[in-house]
């Protein structure tokens, strides 16, 4: 049974980087095609895709992101941490964790087991 | 904003069908493929379709996806007031090299 759940802080001020953790179960970090993704909803809004690490550490970010965000894991705590740095109340948002599996599904774009996600407030 | 393009909303009577619309360029619906996400109110986004055409296990054959040059669709056969809830479509765009979602088409039932 795979399961994610995101932690972190629920509120920042701007100019502040965020840090959140996905904790997973039910799979490894280590098997060949898995990955881990963050996506994030602002409130009221569309889903938005951020970035995402792979089995075999590669990494991949949204190219509007990509220079504030970091992806990291560490397969021996089962998580994957994402950092975003200078954040501003644009980055209101709930964020999501999902698993995906390139090998089973064959493409990129699939993310079969989400968390519930986590509700982040940038005010000053 | 999405460059996947879906309509706001849609809406039906119990039982009548719906069919969602999502439109993209040849980086991305153009030569990938189409999934579909189911996101009740208050939850977590769900796959239903995968594939352009597949459904996800579990996932009743009233839903039905299909995909034509740049565009996608999804369908809602028999609807009722279960499947109130916000749809988008996804996939990944080969330019961008970047996961896209659409920008989401909020379904109600009459």
């Known amino acids: 049974q795979i399961t994610l759940k995101e932690s972190g802080p629920t509120l920042l001020k701007p100019t502040q980087t965020l840090t959140l953790t996905c904790t997973f179960s039910?799979?490894?970090?280590?098997?060949?095609?898995?990955?881990v993704g963050w996506i994030r909803q602002p409130p009221g809004k569309a889903l938005e895709w951020l970035a995402v690490i792979y089995w075999d550490d590669d990494e991949r970010y949204s190219p509007s992101l990509k220079t504030r965000l970091t992806v990291t894991k560490d397969t021996s705590k089962n998580q994957v941490i994402l950092r975003m740095t200078n954040v501003d109340p644009a980055d209101t948002a709930t964020y999501f964790c999902a698993h995906t599996d390139v090998m089973h599904w064959g493409e990129v774009s699939i993310y079969d087991f989400w968390g519930q996600g986590t509700l982040v407030s940038v005010s000053s | 904003q999405s460059v996947l393009t879906q309509p706001p909303s849609v809406s039906a009577a119990p039982g009548q069908k719906v069919s969602i619309s999502c439109s993209g360029s040849?980086?991305?619906?153009?030569?990938?493929?189409v999934s579909w996400y189911q996101q009740l109110p208050g939850s977590a986004p769900t796959l239903l379709i995968y594939?352009?055409?597949k459904r996800s296990p579990g996932v009743p054959d009233r839903f039905s996806g299909s995909k034509s040059g740049t565009s996608a669709t999804l369908g809602i056969a028999g609807l009722h007031t279960g499947d109130e809830a916000e749809y988008y479509c996804a996939t990944w765009d080969s330019s961008l090299s970047a996961v896209l979602f659409g920008s989401g088409t909020t379904v109600t039932v009459l």
């Open positions: 594939d352009n055409t």
């Open positions: 040849s980086s991305n619906i153009g030569g990938n493929y």
């Open positions: 039910g799979f490894s970090l280590t098997t060949d095609g898995v990955g």
